[in-house]
């Protein structure tokens, strides 16, 4: 069943920049679309405007989420969605986190926004998510704040912000560009786990195709602003059409492979 | 020069700067002005004032008339014009020298300790915390208060001057902190550059926007400092004439001849927006990082 | 946390000795004879010599600093034998004009000077602050563009100016107000309402500028935080966005200029009591640099200066109760 619908999706900055240009995306349920391109290619704007949180940008398209069309939604309407049916993670959760509050009291205000529930009670959902994404020793964790986390544990404490309210969708936004490889798998197989377990619908933003090998099942490959090539992983993977594509792809060292002299660089190929 | 065209770009500093500018030149003119309007400073001219009415100024506004263009003080009779322009002269000048003092005395302390750190960083730094926590008003009363003499003019410079330095210094420490830490300094020093050579050619350059900055914007602040203390009697003394002097001697005819207190005060409150203004504009040109602000 | 608070209490205490001594090293460089000053104009040669040795002037000036400072902390006694005076604890001296205790004049006048200043600090927190707020979240409209020009002018006025305008506006030309005069709080509430709404607004006009500038600058900081949208992504209303993910973290730096404003308020506003004639500490002052009464310009100017370093203190206590992550360091 198709969750999201993106047709003819462009986006104009007040400064005149025009950072999507008729961009079509298909997500079903429970399936996980990778969208992949360089930074600056659109997919960052693409996953803030379906949230509606782009400020001094014209949106034009259609965003069509369960039956709704989420550009014709009012603000109060658009709000009660983020967080509740859509989520969302970003890259460089340290900055992502305000510093003021509890880990615990972030992930309840979440909660709490969109929920009848006491303090206490929002408060016992938080440590159970944060148990759930594996955070260890949830109860006494919770009241520590975001700066005595680790990178890692910090985008566990994103996500589980992001998936206390069971959301149909999860849009990740680079969830693991600022980490180390070892915490990179990590996070990529607890959002593996969270799809299985609870059939969440995922967005893959990402630069980085092995990322996308490892989680999607569909793949959108994005340039300037429009979607160049588009398939399942497979396909994509194996028989890439454009020659941007295959830049990227050439982009990411196999370790199979043999080792080129250096990495290619997209300009000389696009 | 790329940063005066910045600044004439926007109105409100071209305004402003147009404002300085007018200003300077009525204190560089201030000789000129006087010997067109035929006045002087000290002069007093009993004729002007009404003794029946306990000095009043005769005639409206504050007695303003053909050979009075802004008036006469009430009681002896001086010209407000002519103190008005002589006025401008020391406090723009006293607030200029103080800025140089410190501007100076900031560079040179906050360069040394930003740039050698160690125990010397610990010295200056210590003392410009202590120096920013003190309540620097209150100590400058009571320092020119202490001092023998009755033209303070240079003493208002030096105070002024040695209670700003830590705020130039703390800004050019923190500089020259992240300078000598950079890959140009480190590059000079494995070329065999001297410190002295490291510090007056790679650091020091780099160090005149953020300088320029604080300079701009101490400016209103040490004019309305002097202003202030001259209001409090303790600043520039009769016959010399300050601004802030003036309003003092006029708060006893506030109801009776606001004239005398509106004008000094109109000429204070706007060489202080001008320069508050003006430095806003040198910061937004010169700090990329404030312009959205 | 208890370790940091000894710190700082030590660096505080510290402070204040360096700024007792600054005050009373300035006092020495005065060429005026505190003797002379103590005795008045007709004095006699032999009179002076007795106050000299009264007053301890003939000691060496480490010692009278001693002797000061141990005034201070538990009073001393001038002279000896018959005509000893005791002055108790805390001792800042006798004032040459009029005899008084300088402590005892200094708590007098406090309660005046505590009224102006947090009247005025409510007034400029509430204008300021809000201005500055909505200023930040219509950045570039034209009630932001107003509210900036208005708070520059507020900056650039000098507060006798202020003063004066207000005094001739309200009390001369629409005869709005009394002349400002402090009755008591407790007898008289309307009267003491009355007197101070002049020096609230000179002040406030003041400081709310200033404070509009800065919460302006910190909430379009704080707003373009990546945890505002974090906050936002999250569904929350926009209100709870504002004040809780971008106010609270734009409302610490205005702690600490709060702190540092109040604290110097508090030590007397030497320029707004003065010019509305209200006996607080600053007028106090003002009135003792006339007069060259050297006993009370010290002491207010270490009254004053205290209240800044305790301010200062507890702008750090505050601030590290409000920033977990200075909390942590402690």
């Known amino acids: 069943m198709t969750l999201l619908t993106v047709r003819d999706l462009a986006v104009e900055f007040r400064s005149g920049v025009r950072a999507v240009d008729g961009l079509d995306l298909d997500l079903d349920t429970g399936r996980v679309l990778g969208v992949v391109g360089e930074s600056g290619s659109g997919k960052s704007v693409t996953s803030l405007a379906v949230l509606g949180l782009l400020r001094d940008a014209q949106v034009s398209g259609e965003i069509r989420f369960d039956g709704q069309e989420l550009t014709a939604l009012d603000r109060r309407a658009l709000r009660r969605l983020r967080g509740n049916r859509i989520a969302m993670i970003f890259q460089d959760p340290l900055s992502c986190l305000n510093p003021y509050y509890s880990v615990a009291f972030q992930i309840a205000e979440a909660y709490r926004a969109h929920h009848r529930a006491g303090r206490k009670q929002a408060h016992r959902v938080a440590v159970r998510m944060l148990d759930r994404v594996g955070i260890p020793e949830p109860e006494r964790r919770a009241r520590c704040y975001p700066h005595e986390f680790s990178g890692g544990m910090r985008q566990r404490v994103m996500i589980a912000m992001a998936l206390c309210l069971e959301p149909d969708l999860l849009i990740a936004d680079e969830p693991t560009t600022a980490l180390d490889v070892t915490v990179q798998a990590q996070i990529l197989q607890l959002l593996r786990e969270l799809r299985e377990e609870a059939g969440t619908a995922i967005m893959l933003i990402t630069h980085d195709m092995g990322v996308v090998a490892g989680l999607a099942d569909q793949v959108v490959v994005m340039h300037q602003g429009r979607a160049v090539e588009r398939g399942p992983v497979r396909d994509v993977f194996h028989r890439p059409q454009e020659p941007y594509t295959r830049g990227l792809l050439a982009c990411v060292p196999r370790i199979d492979g043999p080792l080129p002299d250096r990495l290619p660089t997209l300009g000389a190929i696009t | ?293 | 946390m208890i370790l940091y608070l000894l710190r700082r209490l030590a660096v505080t205490a510290a402070i204040l000795l360096v700024i007792c001594a600054a005050t009373f090293a300035i006092f020495y460089l005065m060429p005026a004879d505190p003797a002379q000053g103590a005795c008045g104009k007709a004095c006699s040669p032999e009179r002076i010599t007795e106050i000299r040795t009264t007053l301890g002037l003939n000691h060496s000036p480490l010692s009278q600093f001693g002797d000061y400072l141990t005034g201070i902390v538990s009073g001393r006694t001038y002279g000896t034998g018959e005509h000893a005076v005791n002055c108790p604890f805390p001792c800042l001296g006798f004032s040459f004009q009029t005899n008084q205790p300088v402590w005892q004049m200094l708590t007098s006048r406090l309660p005046a000077s505590f009224s102006i200043a947090v009247g005025a600090a409510v007034l400029w927190l509430a204008v300021g602050v809000a201005a500055g707020v909505v200023s930040a979240l219509r950045c570039g409209s034209l009630w932001d563009r107003a509210a900036m020009t208005a708070a520059l002018g507020g900056v650039s006025l000098p507060i006798y100016f202020t003063a004066l305008v207000l005094q001739y506006l309200l009390v001369v030309q629409l005869d709005l107000l009394p002349y400002p005069q402090v009755e008591p709080l407790t007898t008289d509430p309307v009267g003491w309402a009355q007197s101070m709404v002049m020096p609230w607004i000179t002040l406030a006009m003041l400081y709310a500028g200033i404070y509009a500038r800065v919460t302006r600058g910190e909430m379009l900081e704080s707003l373009g935080q990546n945890y505002v949208r974090t906050a936002r992504a999250k569904g929350l209303p926009e209100i709870t966005v504002v004040r809780r993910h971008a106010l609270r973290p734009a409302l610490m730096p205005i702690v600490t200029i709060f702190g540092m404003d109040l604290g110097a308020l508090l030590g007397g506003a030497l320029i707004t009591e003065s010019v509305f004639g209200l006996p607080g500490v600053g007028k106090l002052a003002a009135d003792a640099i006339s007069s060259a009464d050297q006993p009370v310009i010290l002491g207010v100017t270490l009254f004053a200066a205290s209240f800044v370093v305790l301010a200062n203190l507890l702008v750090d206590l505050v601030y590290a109760v409000l920033d977990p992550r200075v909390r942590a360091v402690g």
Do not use: C
């Open chain 2, 1 to 293: 020069m790329t940063v005066i065209r910045k600044l004439v770009s926007q109105r409100s500093a071209a305004l402003a700067f147009a404002v300085v500018a007018g200003l300077v030149l009525l204190a560089v003119a201030a000789p000129l002005i006087t010997w067109i309007a035929g006045s002087s400073p000290t002069a007093f001219h009993g004729d002007a004032v009404d003794p029946g009415l306990g000095g009043l100024p005769r005639g409206a506004a504050g007695g303003i008339s053909a050979r009075h263009w802004l008036g006469v003080e009430p009681v002896n009779g001086r010209d407000v014009l002519a103190r008005v322009v002589y006025g401008a002269q020391v406090s723009l000048l006293i607030a200029v020298l103080a800025t140089v003092l410190s501007v100076l005395l900031g560079t040179a302390l906050g360069l040394v300790a930003g740039f050698f750190g160690g125990w010397v960083d610990t010295v200056i730094g210590r003392t410009m915390d202590l120096l920013l926590s003190f309540p620097s008003l209150i100590f400058m009363i009571a320092l020119i208060s202490a001092a023998p003499g009755t033209d303070r003019r240079l003493l208002l410079v030096v105070v002024l001057g040695f209670f700003g330095w830590p705020y130039v210094g703390r800004i050019v420490r923190g500089q020259a902190m992240v300078l000598a830490r950079g890959e140009f300094v480190a590059a000079a020093r494995v070329l065999g550059a001297s410190r002295r050579a490291l510090l007056v050619r790679e650091v020091l350059p780099n160090l005149t926007g953020p300088v320029l900055v604080v300079a701009t914007m101490s400016i209103p602040g040490y004019i309305a400092t002097e202003a202030g203390l001259s209001f409090l009697g303790v600043g520039v003394q009769a016959p010399t004439p300050s601004w802030g002097q003036m309003i003092a001697t006029a708060v006893p005819w506030y109801a009776s001849d606001p004239a005398y207190f509106l004008i000094p005060g109109v000429f204070l409150f706007v060489t202080v927006l001008a320069f508050n203004v003006l430095g806003d504009a040198v910061r937004d040109a010169l700090d990329p990082r404030s312009q959205r602000r």
